[in-house]
């Protein structure tokens, strides 16, 4: 038994049930480690809580069922790595930085880039009019060797001369850089729609995740200093490896 559950016990005078205590016991244990750690056997924990195999078994499964812990019949209990945590909803950024920032190694896997008609959606995102033209970008992105999120951009390839785009290196270049830097084009102002959607076959595949698991769906359209809306982008992000940090600050009056 690791020395973090010495003398440590459960409270059996307060209503709070015991697999509960146990479970928030054993979520403290966890968050105390950066990485994924083996959690004590379903006997040990009966035998140092002085509590039943179902109790124990309630709270690993309440941490199952949250994806806090994940159960082997080789390897027993473990940990799940904390999440990724995203600054994507409160701060315009691109994920090279931000991964970069956080000490991590960012990879791109370009799936796809081409000058396509603009669909319905485009065009409403993007003010466009019917048959005009959108540069497409699909990218996978991830860090450490797991993919992250996957996203679709679009960006209206009439504009000045951003149908080159197509002759761009987005494996090692930032989309953000390269318009600011050689395209001109400074986005201003991003509005984000952020929704919990379950992962169809394609996102499945690229994002190695199970058919109809949760992602983090983000939908956003950037706009220029003059207003004009520039880029629309649907993003997924693997519900088990991300989380979302959300700054709100008080209305000044």
Do not use: W
Not at 137 to 164: D, E, S, W
């Amino acid at each position: 038994m690791p020395d973090y559950f010495e003398g440590r016990s459960l409270d059996r005078q307060t209503p709070i049930p015991l697999y509960y205590q146990l479970r928030e016991v054993l979520l403290e244990f966890i968050n105390s480690f950066d990485d994924a750690i083996n959690l004590p056997t379903e006997e040990q924990l009966c035998s140092h809580f002085k509590i039943s195999r179902s109790t124990v078994r309630q709270a690993l499964n309440e941490l199952v069922n949250e994806g806090t812990i994940a159960r082997y019949k080789a390897k027993g209990t473990v940990s799940i790595p904390h999440k990724y945590e995203q600054n994507f909803l409160s701060v315009l950024e691109s994920f090279n930085d931000e991964m970069q920032e956080k000490g991590l190694v960012p990879t791109t896997e370009v799936l796809d880039l081409a000058i396509i008609t603009a669909p319905e959606s485009v065009r409403r995102a993007l003010r466009l009019k019917e048959g005009d033209q959108a540069v497409k970008l699909v990218r996978l992105r991830g860090t450490n060797g797991q993919p992250i999120v996957l996203v679709h951009t679009f960006l209206p390839a009439g504009y000045k001369n951003i149908a080159r785009l197509v002759e761009e290196d987005f494996v090692h270049n930032s989309l953000y850089t390269l318009l600011e830097t050689k395209y001109g084009v400074v986005i201003d102002r991003t509005r984000r729609i952020l929704e919990i959607r379950f992962a169809g076959e394609f996102e499945a595949r690229h994002l190695q995740i199970a058919h109809k698991a949760p992602v983090q769906y983000i939908e956003t359209i950037s706009r220029t200093d003059d207003g004009t809306p520039f880029e629309y982008s649907r993003a997924s992000y693997r519900g088990d490896l991300n989380s979302f940090v959300i700054e709100i600050r008080k209305k000044r009056i």
